[in-house]
């Protein structure tokens, strides 16, 4: 069974949290293109370390659903 967890964080901390979730998943979406042939040049890039272009895409999904979670929470608890 998963733990859950409560955080107490500064609207500060939670956009910063936010903008990492969100590089990261890009960064597997990236990925995920590449495995698949279908990414555009680019020197800069950074190619994560998986076993194929599922389990990239996979884990960007998983972390689009993070970020979800925590802007649904935080618009709740502006709005209070």
């Known amino acids: 069974m998963k733990s859950i967890h409560t955080m107490i964080l500064s609207s500060v901390d939670i956009f910063q949290t936010i903008d990492a979730l969100r590089s990261r998943a890009e960064s597997y979406e990236q990925t995920a293109r590449y ?25 960007a999904d998983h972390l689009r659903e993070i970020i979800k979670k925590i802007e649904y929470q935080s618009d709740s608890s502006f709005h209070k």
Do not use: P, V, Y
Request: with cysteine.
């Open 35 to 59: 495995l698949m042939g279908n990414h555009e040049r680019n020197e800069f890039a950074t190619i994560e370390i998986c076993r194929d272009h599922s389990e990239a895409q996979a884990i």
